[in-house]
């Protein structure tokens, strides 16, 4: 009921909805918002509380850290006498301080929980709240300590139907345990079936929301088999309840005879079936619909299914996506995110048909300028959709031949990637390292060595990140120095080409023999065409000193790679040349020997 203000339709049926579409983006954005109205809407509730008050006008102003950061220092949590107004705080606290998920990851908020506990703030609800954050930092002991002392706590009432919910969960979610999950899952089941014998049925839509959470367990646990049945008999149960809010009733249907339709798809089931549950999911979408405080879930439902599915025509698409233009006005958290999707789907679908690869191209940038606006709403929360969609452009510019769009598409990624990568190190740098080194490639082919060498540089960041979570990487980092150090070598730039090849040096007891002896094989090069350098302007003696490491590394590599010979030839060639020049003949006559040799 706090929602009903600020958000079209049952905010209940709403949390379900986002719960169900199992998108991560829906999910944290529903959350968010969610959170916000919430927090808003107790603004009359503590109207006399002059910290909070305080905190919900930073909110309003979108100072969320300085809210919370406020609200906290108004609270001693270890002063062992709390009055209502500090539980108030403490309570306020623990609602804002989700708004900021990194404050909240570094903020041990378990003396704030304790305080409600033992103040006996919020009851039972302190338990829930509290057991859920316990689930989420995995703190078993503690959990088990609290479960058993809430659970004595209401064993007796109704509420402990609620703690099996949670022993469910936790089974699930924290131990692993499917089996134990569903037994917790089927006690409450059976304990309100029992209820329902005495009370004339009155438990069947709480049943069937079990039911529901069972199917979500088994879909989770990707048993799509056990998860229809289970929806199945969910469906069952609301149907059977008397609900005097038929639309209500009916937009609950609606996203469980869509949730149905994808199981029944995952397990193959017939065509018939899974038509007329489409049908019905259509049908009591439609009955939902004429209130119009549900047009907001049946456009998120069909706008789901449509997205999930291949077969549905264009027109349709077009319907949903004017919904979801309309509904971004007032909603761009949810809607304009939907209306880029159905976007997408419709220029695949036309390309499928037409195959106009500059059209596709066409209708992408258009999709890239809505993920625009929509960062400035939240921003990186579409980080990863950024980064796959420029991808996706830098492929169809390969599938349009057009080099020079695909290395613009390409730089654009690894500035994304280098944006990002705080977010996710390991897919983004690996990003970061495979574009950055293919445009170092490109560059280098085309003897543009300056610029090979700065994507080289943004390849290194990647592959280190990569190296440090996976060893495995360490071949391709010792590779990427060897390219590196071959566009320093090329520009005749032998103290950076030799310094670049040290590092992959530095990688000998990380990689094979082959390998290291081939790290030794390019570092004498670089030190020979050094020494070649600096006899050409006469330095003889330094010619002569880079010739014998040159030789030192050479003489490494001959264990693996007789072709080395060759090179080791030619530089008996050279240093017998640098010793005839400064008039030492017996040593120039030595070196030609071992050039024959």
């Excluded at 080194?437 to 390849?459: G, R």
Aim: glycine share 2%.
């Amino acid at each position: 009921n706090n929602y009903t203000d600020s958000l079209p339709g049952n905010t209940n049926v709403l949390s379900d909805i986002y719960s169900i579409l199992n998108n991560g983006v829906y999910n944290s954005l529903s959350s968010i918002h969610q959170s916000v109205n919430e927090i808003l809407s107790l603004k009359y509730i503590f109207e006399k509380n002059k910290p909070i008050q305080e905190a919900i006008g930073k909110i309003e102003k979108g100072e969320v850290f300085n809210a919370i950061k406020g609200l906290e220092e108004s609270i001693d949590v270890k002063n062992n006498y709390k009055s209502n107004t500090d539980l108030e705080k403490i309570y306020f606290f623990l609602k804002i301080i989700d708004l900021d998920s990194e404050y909240n990851n570094k903020t041990d908020l378990k003396p704030y929980y304790i305080s409600l506990i033992e103040g006996d703030y919020h009851k039972k609800d302190a338990y829930y709240d509290y057991l859920f954050y316990l689930m989420d930092r995995d703190e078993k002991d503690e959990f088990e300590k609290i479960y058993t002392q809430g659970y004595n706590l209401y064993k007796n009432s109704f509420q402990n139907c609620w703690y099996l919910r949670i022993r469910s969960i936790y089974s699930y979610s924290v131990e692993n345990d499917l089996e134990k999950s569903i037994q917790f899952s089927n006690q409450i089941i059976d304990t309100l079936l029992e209820r329902n014998k005495k009370w004339n049925n009155i438990y069947d839509d709480i049943i069937a929301s079990q039911y529901n959470t069972n199917a979500l367990i088994y879909s989770n646990a990707q048993d799509y088999e056990n998860a229809y049945k289970m929806k199945e008999k969910a469906i069952d149960y609301i149907l059977r309840f008397e609900d005097n809010d038929l639309e209500y009733k009916n937009n609950q249907l609606s996203n469980w005879y869509f949730n149905l339709l994808y199981f029944y798809n995952q397990t193959s089931k017939d065509t018939s079936l899974i038509n007329i549950t489409y049908n019905k999911a259509i049908q009591t979408s439609k009955d939902a619909f004429k209130n119009l405080n549900y047009d907001f879930e049946y456009l998120l439902n069909l706008s789901e299914y449509v997205l999930s599915e291949d077969d549905k025509d264009i027109e349709l698409i077009d319907n949903l996506k004017l919904m979801a233009k309309e509904y971004s006005k007032d909603y761009p958290y949810f809607f304009s995110h939907t209306y880029y999707r159905l976007s997408n789907l419709k220029a695949f679908k036309e390309y499928s048909i037409d195959n106009d690869l500059e059209k596709l191209d066409k209708e992408i940038d258009n999709s890239i300028k809505i993920l625009d606006s929509l960062n400035t709403i939240l921003p990186y929360v579409y980080s990863f959709e950024y980064v796959s969609i420029n991808k996706l452009r830098a492929s169809i510019a390969v599938e349009m031949e057009n080099n020079e769009l695909k290395v613009e598409r390409m730089k654009n990624i690894v500035r994304l990637c280098e944006e990002y990568i705080a977010f996710d190190s390991l897919n983004y740098s690996y990003d970061l390292a495979d574009y950055a080194i293919a445009l170092a490639e490109n560059y280098y082919s085309k003897e543009e060595y300056k610029v090979a060498e700065e994507y080289y540089l943004k390849a290194e960041k990647g592959l280190k990140i990569l190296s440090s979570l996976d060893s495995a990487y360490f071949y391709n980092l010792g590779s990427h120095y060897n390219a590196m150090g071959d566009a320093f070598l090329h520009q005749e730039e032998y103290d950076k080409a030799i310094e670049i090849y040290n590092r992959s040096m530095e990688l000998e007891d990380k990689v094979l023999l082959s390998q290291k002896e081939y790290y030794n094989k390019i570092l004498g090069n670089a030190y020979f065409f050094r020494g070649d350098a600096k006899r050409a302007k006469e330095d003889y003696k330094s010619a002569l000193e880079d010739y014998i490491i040159a030789d030192k590394y050479f003489q490494k590599s001959l264990l693996v790679d007789t072709t080395t010979l060759l090179v080791l030839g030619e530089l008996e060639i050279a240093r017998g040349f640098t010793f005839y020049t400064i008039g030492q003949k017996q040593e120039a006559e030595k070196s030609d020997r071992k050039s024959v040799v």
